[in-house]
């Protein structure tokens, strides 16, 4: 069985977790044995065996973000002839998947990390090409052999968004976590080289620049933080000058008031990040849309109590009271995931935050227990027999 995994990010250009999820499901479905997988990525070329890379087309240079991943997406199409099931990850290689479909006559499995639907603030980065990205996730949607949720809440936005598929071909596979890769190493060396004192409380944030992740409601909520905690963001990649601009006036007001404020914009190798979540009082996870959040597994694998919005797939990851705690938080139904009261939002995630600092060896045991879940639970062998037996089945029909 040959199996072609479709997606706009894969080792070593990963920017969030759906990269992460392809690059460890694939590792973890070549080690089996019973299969070929072969890897379609954006990008530089790669000296992988079975990866094949694909640049933007010259033709298409200056023209709308939106269509120039169609562009690469033709050409990954082509490159899948041979290949007895497509899965392709994100609406980025959604187009490809469902070229590669229709041409070769083969099943077209989507993985769902996130729905553009739920996403529409989007329109402010993309314009038209939103309009477009949405035509291609709903086309490829509908048409798919199988569609692979990563919890049980991205289940549920997937037929809330896409009501005419059957629920029969919507799967729950969660997103997973490497236990050795992602474990606590103490490291107060390199975590003063970054900038943070490995002496004093910290709070880390670790995502992109986006509406979905909250970052300006946590930073508002770190107001109320005694002053000794760190604030620790590892934060980049923003998805327009506005947002950008927010988030350094927020973070420029927070350090006006306190000290220990740490803002890491470049892409962190992931032995720093681990060092920094191992020596973390408390990781946050402010998202208001997360349809899982493997942040949340990676801070449990690095034994770090977490505090998360109680949204998405996180409360299906994070158990309150024991592995961290969930902040409530009531959300429009327009998609946005905007809290209906922010102020409160705010004040509830700040004293979530406040009863993890002010507890070290209840954040401790928290920390351990998050460990011990994530390595029982999320381990990718089982999240890639569970990912095969979906294949058997769209190729048994």
């Known amino acids: 069985m040959r199996i072609d995994v479709l997606s706009k990010e894969y080792p070593p250009e990963i920017y969030g977790g759906a990269g992460v999820h392809v690059a460890e499901l694939v590792r973890a479905l070549r080690a089996r044995g019973d299969l070929e997988a072969r890897v379609h990525a954006f990008g530089a070329p790669r000296d992988e065996p079975l990866t094949a890379s694909y640049a933007e087309p010259a033709e298409l240079a200056g023209a709308n973000a939106a269509l120039r991943t169609l562009g690469v997406d033709l050409a990954i199409a082509a490159g899948c002839d041979g290949a007895d099931v497509v899965h392709?990850?994100?609406?980025?290689?959604?187009?490809?998947?469902?070229?590669?479909?229709?041409?070769?006559?083969?099943?077209?499995?989507?993985?769902?990390?996130?729905l553009e639907p739920m996403r529409p603030w989007k329109a402010e980065q993309l314009g038209g090409g939103y309009r477009l990205s949405s035509w291609v996730e709903r086309t490829s949607y509908l048409a798919a052999s199988a569609v692979i949720a990563v919890s049980g809440a991205m289940r549920d936005d997937v037929l809330r968004?896409?009501?005419?598929?059957?629920?029969?071909?919507?799967?729950?596979?969660?997103?997973?976590?490497?236990?050795d890769t992602w474990s606590p190493v103490v490291d107060p060396d390199r975590v003063r080289a970054l900038g943070v004192d490995p002496d004093r409380p910290s709070v880390v944030f670790v995502g992109r620049i986006t509406r979905q992740k909250g970052l300006p409601l946590f930073l508002r909520s770190c107001a109320a933080l005694p002053p000794e905690v760190q604030v620790v963001l590892c934060a980049g990649a923003p998805d327009t000058p506005e947002i950008e601009a927010e988030v350094e006036q927020l973070a420029a007001d927070l350090a006006a008031s306190r000290t220990g404020v740490v803002w890491i914009r470049e892409m962190l190798p992931r032995a720093d990040v681990v060092a920094l979540l191992t020596a973390a009082t408390a990781f946050a996870c402010p998202s208001v849309y997360e349809p899982l959040g493997i942040v949340n597994l990676e801070a449990m694998a690095c034994q770090t109590a977490v505090v998360a919005t109680?949204?998405?797939?996180?409360?299906?990851?994070?158990?309150?009271?024991?592995?961290?705690?969930?902040?409530?938080?009531?959300?429009?139904?327009?998609?946005?995931?905007?809290?209906?009261d922010p102020e409160q939002y705010v004040a509830d995630f700040a004293a979530a935050l406040n009863e993890v600092v002010a507890d070290p060896a209840r954040a401790d045991a928290?920390?351990?227990?998050?460990?011990?879940?994530?390595?029982?639970?999320?381990?990718?062998?089982?999240?890639?027999?569970?990912?095969?037996?979906?294949?058997?089945?769209?190729?048994?029909?």
């Open 310 to 340: 109680a949204t998405g797939g996180i409360p299906e990851v994070v158990v309150p009271g024991e592995t961290g705690l969930l902040v409530p938080i009531e959300q429009a139904t327009d998609g946005t995931g905007t809290p209906l």
């Open 161 to 179: 968004s896409y009501p005419e598929i059957d629920p029969a071909r919507v799967h729950v596979v969660h997103n997973g976590i490497d236990p």
């Open 366 to 397: 928290m920390g351990r227990a998050g460990r011990e879940r994530a390595v029982a639970s999320f381990g990718w062998p089982a999240i890639a027999e569970k990912t095969v037996e979906v294949y058997r089945a769209v190729l048994e029909g």
């Open 88 to 114: 392709s990850h994100t609406w980025y290689a959604n187009f490809a998947g469902h070229v590669a479909s229709v041409l070769y006559g083969v099943p077209h499995v989507v993985s769902a990390h996130s």
